[in-house]
């Protein structure tokens, strides 16, 4: 499904059904009991919702969705984040992990010899990894504790860019990970 600019999806029905029965054969291959997946509030976390939903209420397996705020999440991403689980998610809630955030962050404390937070972009950056980080830890628990995987939300474009951060928006499985963002956008519709 490697697509290229000449090559755009034509037919999002047929790729929909294609991402789906595969989706299926995975689980099913696999023996998995649960889909875990990280909800932004983002189209690119509501697609993956929307194409994993039909095949997990077939199999009977529950996507379990997690919006997971830390200190800079915006109330209108926050609001379509619950909207969108209450929507697509057999178990969904909304957790504040800015607890656990913080004491992330105090790994400069422990080691302040190579921090230097003068760069602001740099810092920014860095934050924003332990935010993404933090994240992964708890979507990835919850997915061992119930015999699960992570779903991915990256598209292809992010990959292309290197706009995304290994099991931050990166997960376990990628049904959208050929796609481009303008496709996902797309298809949503």
Known sequence: MNQNYNNMIKDYS??????????KAYLLENNLKSLVLGVSGGMDSALVAALAKPVCDELNIPIIGRSLTIESNK??????????GKSFCH??????LGIIYNSVKLMDVIDESVVDDS????HKIKLGNMKARTRMIYLYNLAYKTKGLVLSTDNYTEYLE????????????????????????????
Do not use: P
């Open 75 to 84: 109330q209108d991403e926050i609001d379509r984040a619950k909207a969108i």
């Open 91 to 96: 178990d969904f809630k909304d957790l504040n």
């Open 14 to 23: 047929k790729v929909v059904s294609e991402i789906r029965k595969s989706l």
């Open 119 to 122: 760069d602001v972009k740099f």
């Open 162 to 189: 290197g706009y995304w951060t290994l099991h931050g928006d990166c997960g376990d499985y990628g049904m959208i990970q050929e796609i481009w963002k303008t496709e996902v956008y797309d298809m949503g519709e």
